[in-house]
């Protein structure tokens, strides 16, 4: 019963376009995260985390469908909000069964959601950019959840990882540093009051200068620049997180369906 429940769930997650889907046991993951990023620390009975994502545009034609069958109804939902629903659908795939679990979204800071994507399988954090590549749709990637599940239901979970063979910045010529230019060196240490040594004002201690010690590069120029699964990227940075612009732009339609929404929507 339990390996058929999670197969389920895999296929409900497909047909919405999330089509990202891994399992990852919490245990092995702590052991190799900081205190601060544990699971267990903060969800002590968690043993298993299934991670939630979509790649490349299947989860926006999924959108754009539902868009376009509420569209007479004059409500149109956000990204966010289909995604939600997507998600809350998944997870009642399990609730059905009485299987305890708490559905977890990215905008949390415990854990580190890139670092579940890689426990999972989903690729590989770029150590020049900070972000996710999937060795098919390479940054072209978004996490929408993940559910933490009580014990460990559906056995031992096999590591799944592909970081060690996935490695593709390391043999890349690092397109994505021309738009976004290398963060500046750290300040040089200088004499604090007596004689104490310190820093003062150093920057951070990454690559990308529009990377953040809060998560990856923002900069769609960045995500658009690197030459992973770039066939699959929609438009230029249409599915990259943008600053916010005015929320007067329309829907565009294209193909007799309504195509997608504001690119200041997308994540």
């Keep these: 019963m339990p390996s058929s429940l999670l197969a389920d769930a895999k296929r409900h997650a497909a047909r919405v376009g999330l089509n990202l889907f891994g399992v990852v046991d919490a245990a092995r993951f702590d052991a190799c995260q ?12 968690v043993g298993t985390v299934i991670v939630l994502g979509s790649g490349g545009r299947e989860f926006w034609q999924r959108f754009a469908e539902a868009c376009a069958k509420r569209a007479v109804a004059g409500a149109l939902p956000l990204p966010q909000q289909f995604a939600g629903q997507c998600v809350r659908e998944i997870a009642a795939v399990f609730l059905t069964q009485s299987l305890p679990l708490e559905v977890l979204l990215p905008e949390g800071r415990c854990p580190s959601f890139a670092r579940l994507a890689e426990a999972a399988g989903f690729g590989t954090v770029s150590p020049v950019s900070g972000l996710l590549l999937h060795p098919e749709f390479g940054p072209w990637v978004s996490l ?34 021309q738009p976004c230019p290398p963060a500046p060196a750290a300040a040089p240490a200088t004499a604090l009051p007596n004689g104490a040594a310190g820093v003062v004002s150093a920057a951070p201690a990454v690559p990308c200068v529009a990377t953040t010690q809060a998560g990856p590069c923002a900069s769609s120029k960045c995500r658009c620049a690197c030459p992973v699964g770039s066939e699959h990227r929609d438009g230029v940075g249409s ?14 339609i294209s193909f007799g369906v309504l195509r997608f929404v504001p690119r200041f929507l997308r994540r």
């Design 34 to 45: 900081p205190k601060d990023q544990r699971i267990t620390s903060r969800w002590p009975k």
């Design 144 to 177: 929408r959840a993940a559910l933490l599940v009580e014990g460990r239901p559906f056995g031992d979970i096999e590591d799944v990882s592909i970081t060690d063979r996935f490695q593709p910045c390391c043999s890349c010529r690092q397109p994505c540093l």
């Design 239 to 252: 599915d990259a997180v943008a600053p916010a612009r005015p929320t007067s732009r329309l829907l565009r």
